[in-house]
């Protein structure tokens, strides 16, 4: 049996959801194994204390997050180790590696950062890449205790390394047998997904099959028992899915995102690209750069946020901003056009548009958004009409412009 | 003590994230009431059996949710009967209801149905007004059973209703009558901030601290339990803590984030703001046009990410470039200084450094940064030497340059 316990009193009044038990669930269950059950349990000593004594009476795997902070309120190192009675021994390295966090960062590290160094006798430190709380793995008896902080930044890359490999390692008898083919798709939405792949249905006993939207991609599983199901059945229906899925099927590697995806095709073909955004104001620059190698692609990119900077910048007409206003398709060309021209690189974007929450009309309500997009010489011009916030309408409209370009790249 | 019991393989395996489990818990709190834990637990007999006798040892009232629909997996009512030793009897007047509701969309009721008029002996029904599964309210010995479906806008009226209605009525002295003063602070760590309020410590009776970590802000709460607290002394700690975080509390309201926080600022000061970004790549003109209003005060941004668009657009010397390199204190300068010269901005932000992973050398790791500031006419470079991914390196530029801002403006 696996359980995991989610530590803090955000989780007992709710101030945050316990995604870290959905994500915990889901990276075991997609990599074989299952957790029975999950519990939140508050920052209280005595709360923690009794939670881990009845857990240890059932559990083989124990996943804890949370309580490896600095602070008072963290004491889950604490309370491991009087509820099983062994000794708390300093980890000099650990230490060593705390002060230097605090050195680079030109400060004294305070007293309380101290207890971090501090682990149960006889368990492995497991680092943390990205903030100063280590995890650490301990074997007591049969029971294989993995202890991670709660943010989820810090724990995720340690889940994905050090505790699925020793959970492999260790309790492969805890293990399902799945075996998991991913198909990773962009540009439909998870019913159109799921209807592409209808004629897999009824699957044969041993297979399913479950969707996660992973905005803007749809992750499509295919999950074998191979306890159980056929070898020849289970290959036809992969190759049955492959098929079903060409086109928006973009990787079947879990670490390939649409970013990576697209920006390094870009590299991989040189194509150079020059960027002019209004209303997503610098968002996709942002996407584009966020990629390593990307300045061999991107020269320079122009928020023109203002009237203005359309002009100065970009010689935007200023009769085609009366007449039409900044957010329309003739603005959209004459910044791409001009932008073209200073740049000549081959592919050049352009947006304008209304992100909101304020500034919409009943001819352009907010989220009207207009694309100019040139690849090569060939020009056209995307008109999007989206919804949500602020900030959805921003995202999407990078996404959706990527995605432009990705049909024309592949074309 | 009170449980939660979030019954369903769906929360296992990760496929949906526990939000019943959230709002639960914050409603809960929202009116006095602490959850103290929170366990999902499979559709397994046997898993759910176990955890109902666990929690009926420790537990005052125990919340259920999920099980009570009609299929085979459906089983939440009858390991509950059995567990407690009661018999299970038919409610005739729930049975007509659920025998109506598929009347009414000119369906015959099926057989699987029937079951969900079934209820332990002794308990109240709590009305479904939107589906089928209605929820029972059972007395067991000390023990209060709310038993809900899982279907959020199924449950959510219920718990508004009758859960809290009885839970005040009959399980007052659970209720914990906490006052909550929140700080949100910027700037400085976890541990940092736990120094700056250790004079507080060891708290009075009936007073707790908690931590939340909300890169880049730090939450701190001071919980005040009216019950036992004495009033001038909760007072005097809420003053001591106020002025111990002064110059990095930025809000006391649970909606301000640090980014509305600043740009409004800026918008309320009126001043005018341009960017150059070279390594940040439009995160920060991002950050700031995503706070509506932002084109008050953002006039245009350039990302000059090349030598030769530092050199086209802002005017960077050539031999600087040369001399020094594109990341250096010398090129941070003069992108500011001509695009203070170009805009006229009261602010000007320029950034140049090594996002990584690659780019570093000796002198200059990977997570050197430079960033060049006006303030109206005074100029000064903040360097940085940042660490963790390219993307941490990046956003954490953009938020001590806010920082900085930040601390510009209020002087």
Redesign the interface.
């Not at 990576?260 to 209004?278: G, R």
């Given at each position: 049996m696996m359980q995991g316990i989610f530590i803090g009193?955000?989780?007992?009044?709710?101030?945050?959801?316990?995604?870290n038990?959905?994500?915990?669930?889901?990276?075991?269950?997609d990599n074989g194994f299952?957790?029975?059950?999950?519990?939140?349990?508050?920052?209280?000593e005595d709360?923690l204390k009794?939670?881990i004594k009845?857990t240890l009476k059932?559990a083989r795997v124990i996943i804890t997050t949370g309580g490896l902070?600095?602070?008072?309120?963290d004491r889950t190192t604490e309370v491991l180790v009087r509820t099983l009675g062994k000794n708390s021994v300093i980890n000099k390295e650990v230490l060593d590696e705390i002060r230097n966090?605090f050195k680079?960062?030109?400060?004294k590290m305070?007293?309380?950062?101290e207890k971090q160094a501090f682990f149960p006798e006889g368990s492995i430190v497991i680092p943390n890449?990205?903030g100063?709380a280590p995890g650490f793995y301990l074997q007591h008896d049969d029971v294989h205790f993995f202890c991670l902080p709660g943010?989820p930044r810090e724990m995720k890359p340690m889940v994905e390394s050090f505790v699925l490999d020793t959970l492999k390692m260790n309790c492969s008898d805890l293990s399902l047998n799945l075996e998991t083919s991913l198909y990773k798709c962009i540009g439909k939405g998870e019913s159109h997904c799921a209807e592409l792949i209808q004629s897999v249905y009824p699957l044969p006993e041993g297979l399913s099959i479950?969707f996660?939207v992973k905005f803007p991609e749809i992750h499509i599983r295919l999950h074998i028992n191979k306890h159980i199901a056929l070898e020849k059945v289970s290959k036809n229906i992969k190759q049955e899915m492959t098929h079903a899925l060409k086109g928006i099927c973009f990787s079947q590697d879990i670490n390939m995102t649409f970013q990576d995806y697209i920006i390094n095709k870009l590299i991989t073909q040189k194509l150079k690209i020059s960027?002019a955004?209004s209303?997503?104001?610098?968002?996709?620059?942002?996407?584009?750069?966020?990629v390593?190698g990307?300045?061999q692609i991107?020269?320079?990119?122009?928020?023109?946020?203002?009237n203005?900077?359309k002009m100065?910048?970009l010689d935007v007409n200023k009769d085609t901003l009366n007449s039409q206003g900044a957010v329309s398709e003739e603005v959209a060309e004459e910044m791409a056009k001009n932008l073209k021209r200073q740049s000549g690189s081959d592919i050049v974007v352009s947006i304008t548009g209304i992100a909101?929450?304020?500034g919409g009309s009943e001819n352009k309500p907010v989220g009207t958004v207009y694309v100019g997009i040139f690849f090569h010489n060939e020009y056209q011009c995307l008109t999007l009409n989206l919804s949500g916030s602020?900030?959805m309408i921003?995202q999407n409209t990078v996404f959706k412009t990527m995605m432009a370009l990705n049909d024309m790249v592949n074309c």
């Amino acid at each position: 049996m696996m359980q995991g316990i989610f530590i803090g009193n955000e989780l007992c009044d709710g101030r945050i959801v316990n995604t870290n038990q959905q994500w915990i669930a889901k990276t075991l269950h997609d990599n074989g194994f299952f957790l029975n059950r999950s519990i939140c349990v508050s920052d209280d000593e005595d709360d923690l204390k009794d939670v881990i004594k009845e857990t240890l009476k059932k559990a083989r795997v124990i996943i804890t997050t949370g309580g490896l902070g600095p602070t008072e309120d963290d004491r889950t190192t604490e309370v491991l180790v009087r509820t099983l009675g062994k000794n708390s021994v300093i980890n000099k390295e650990v230490l060593d590696e705390i002060r230097n966090y605090f050195k680079k960062n030109n400060r004294k590290m305070p007293k309380e950062n101290e207890k971090q160094a501090f682990f149960p006798e006889g368990s492995i430190v497991i680092p943390n890449a990205r903030g100063t709380a280590p995890g650490f793995y301990l074997q007591h008896d049969d029971v294989h205790f993995f202890c991670l902080p709660g943010v989820p930044r810090e724990m995720k890359p340690m889940v994905e390394s050090f505790v699925l490999d020793t959970l492999k390692m260790n309790c492969s008898d805890l293990s399902l047998n799945l075996e998991t083919s991913l198909y990773k798709c962009i540009g439909k939405g998870e019913s159109h997904c799921a209807e592409l792949i209808q004629s897999v249905y009824p699957l044969p006993e041993g297979l399913s099959i479950s969707f996660q939207v992973k905005f803007p991609e749809i992750h499509i599983r295919l999950h074998i028992n191979k306890h159980i199901a056929l070898e020849k059945v289970s290959k036809n229906i992969k190759q049955e899915m492959t098929h079903a899925l060409k086109g928006i099927c973009f990787s079947q590697d879990i670490n390939m995102t649409f970013q990576d995806y697209i920006i390094n095709k870009l590299i991989t073909q040189k194509l150079k690209i020059s960027v002019a955004e209004s209303c997503t104001g610098g968002l996709l620059s942002a996407f584009i750069t966020a990629v390593p190698g990307s300045s061999q692609i991107l020269d320079y990119a122009l928020i023109t946020y203002s009237n203005d900077s359309k002009m100065k910048l970009l010689d935007v007409n200023k009769d085609t901003l009366n007449s039409q206003g900044a957010v329309s398709e003739e603005v959209a060309e004459e910044m791409a056009k001009n932008l073209k021209r200073q740049s000549g690189s081959d592919i050049v974007v352009s947006i304008t548009g209304i992100a909101g929450p304020d500034g919409g009309s009943e001819n352009k309500p907010v989220g009207t958004v207009y694309v100019g997009i040139f690849f090569h010489n060939e020009y056209q011009c995307l008109t999007l009409n989206l919804s949500g916030s602020r900030e959805m309408i921003r995202q999407n409209t990078v996404f959706k412009t990527m995605m432009a370009l990705n049909d024309m790249v592949n074309c």
